[in-house]
């Protein structure tokens, strides 16, 4: 079974940056898709940014300029760099994994971290 694990996040004020990394060392599979999704309070989960493994990645319009993805593919790690930060990126960040090239879709991905918290004060 796969577990991506996750580290970082935190707290931060408002233009400051954050980094989360994911790693899914179980995949054992020649393509996987990694990718970070957010949830806020009483909002529903929102797709962020995803790699594939075959070097194609992608990030959501809302965070385009002020995150950036670091895949390690050989190590099956996704790092997300988080800078400029806003009050409205405050969420709990998932890691997601799939063991096919998949689109940026929740329902899409089978295994999921446990979720870390970023808070952005004002």
Avoid: H
């Avoid at 970082?8 to 054992?28: P, W």
């Avoid at 929102?46 to 959501?60: H, Y």
């Amino acid at each position: 079974r796969v577990q991506p694990v996750q580290s970082g996040g935190g707290s931060v004020q408002a233009g400051g940056s954050l980094r989360l990394s994911c790693v899914a060392s179980e995949m054992a599979s020649t393509k996987y898709t990694l990718a970070w999704f957010r949830q806020a309070p009483g909002k529903e989960r929102e797709g962020v940014a995803l790699a594939t493994n075959d070097g194609r990645m992608s990030i959501t319009d809302s965070v385009k300029g002020r995150f950036a993805l670091s895949p390690d593919f050989r190590k099956f790690t996704l790092s997300l760099e988080m800078n400029s930060l806003l009050p409205e990126d405050t969420a709990i960040y998932y890691c997601a994994a799939s063991k096919w090239f998949v689109r940026l879709n929740a329902d899409e991905f089978p295994y999921w971290g446990q979720g870390t918290q970023v808070t952005v004060s004002s």
